[in-house]
């Protein structure tokens, strides 16, 4: 098949990183793959940097015509069979570009907010095809009015070669940071934010960490935040963490955890780190919410917990300190064979080229299972 993907955000966040992933698949796959994205930004740097060809466009707005040239070209370039966006502001021109081209539109969702009543009843109905990254996020999108047969599923995919258990560089980077091996390093990756759970889990660190003294922690986010982090953190314990900006490679830090924590307290729509932390064998502790139980096995490869429950992280961190090494690193490699059978790039193409094949409203023959079905009821939002 013949792509045109659109993602000229200026990010380098999970988005980004999903339209990134996916596309250098289908070119591994014999795909042929035009991205229109913007120049200079993450997503032309990695295209670019692993020899695909870029298109240069921006949609600052739904009206940029810098954006719409640049689709035209593409189409016409690669003679295009699927125009594919990923991100809101750009729906709406993508949309319009297909019905003037002829061209089919997929759109991925991959947040999981409401949408607003025009775009709720229209967008399912006139994208060729609409695509969620987690049951939950259908789900959500099913209470919300829209038929359930006009929303798709198709999990984040992830680059498994890339994201693997290396013992030579778990040693290399404990010791880089200053971590012993008899230490229970327990890491938490994303935003420093009350959503994300991070002041939660240095709350929940306070009370853990006088109860089992091997504990550390590992915080990676933004610096900005840092020092509100280290006020939420009790002075005692200070030495105990080991705090760190973003980084463009987490292969060295995820390899120094014993454990990653995801305690999110808003609606994740997935949660990539969950399945990178896995693919490098490390267990994963997450809340029971959104889409993050679907991107574990709870009891093989990881845990839920109450998200916001502060005690019930306490608890969690307890419970990760005293695992013994031989269940660690057997979760971890359950985990790693689970990533590479459900979320690998490979298989994540075959489900997206037949999904593409399959009209809506009729059954995908290799539609992917529910891994665990979410509890709970969802919050209210914007």
């Known amino acids: 098949m013949n792509f045109v993907f659109v993602g000229t955000s200026a990010g380098a966040r999970g988005t980004e990183t999903h339209l990134v992933c996916l596309v250098r698949a289908l070119a591994r796959a014999g795909h042929t793959v035009l991205t229109v994205a913007r120049p200079g930004g993450y997503i032309a740097r990695e295209l670019t940097a692993s020899g695909l060809p870029v298109e240069p466009g921006i949609f600052r707005n739904a009206a940029d015509v810098r954006g719409a040239r640049g689709v035209l070209r593409a189409i016409q370039r690669v003679k295009a069979d699927w125009l594919v966006g990923s991100f809101g502001h750009e729906y709406w021109p993508l949309l319009t570009l297909g019905r003037l081209t002829g061209t ?27 695509i969620v990254v987690s049951e939950n996020m259908r789900s959500f999108l099913v209470e919300q009015g829209v038929a359930r047969e006009r929303v798709r599923l198709l999990y984040n995919p992830l680059e498994v070669e890339r994201f693997r ?5 778990r040693a290399e980077s404990r010791r880089a940071l200053g971590v012993g091996e008899d230490a229970v390093l327990v890491g938490f990756v994303g935003a420093l934010k009350p959503e994300k ?13 006088p109860l089992r003294p091997s504990l550390r922690a590992l915080w990676v986010g933004e610096e900005a935040a840092h020092s509100r982090l280290l006020e939420t953190i009790a002075s005692e ?4 963490h080991i ?6 490679d987490m292969r060295p830090l995820y390899a120094a955890m014993d454990v990653l924590a995801v305690p999110s307290e808003w609606l994740e729509p997935f949660g990539r780190v969950s399945i990178e932390a896995q693919a490098c064998g490390v267990p994963v502790l997450a809340s029971r919410i959104g889409g993050l139980p679907e991107t574990l096995r709870e009891g093989e490869t990881g845990f839920l917990f109450p998200p916001g429950d502060e005690a019930a992280w306490r608890d969690a961190l307890v419970t990760a300190a005293d695992l013994p090494r031989e269940q660690r690193r057997a979760m971890g490699e359950a985990g790693m064979r689970f990533v590479q059978e459900r979320f690998s790039t490979e298989r ?14 009729r059954e995908n023959r290799r539609r992917p299972a529910t891994l665990c079905q979410p509890s709970g009821t969802h919050p209210s939002m914007e």
């Open 197 to 209: 759970g991070a002041f939660r889990l240095a709350a929940a660190c306070n009370q853990a960490m």
């Open 165 to 169: 258990p290396d013992p030579a560089l």
């Open 104 to 130: 089919p539109v997929a759109l991925f969702r991959h947040l999981n907010s409401r949408l607003k009543p025009m775009s709720r009843a229209l967008l399912p109905r006139w994208a060729d095809r609409f």
């Open 243 to 248: 705090l760190r900006g973003w980084t463009a």
């Open 348 to 361: 994540i193409v075959e489900e997206l080229i037949d999904l593409l094949r399959t009209p809506p409203g």
């Open 237 to 240: 314990f200070h030495g105990r």
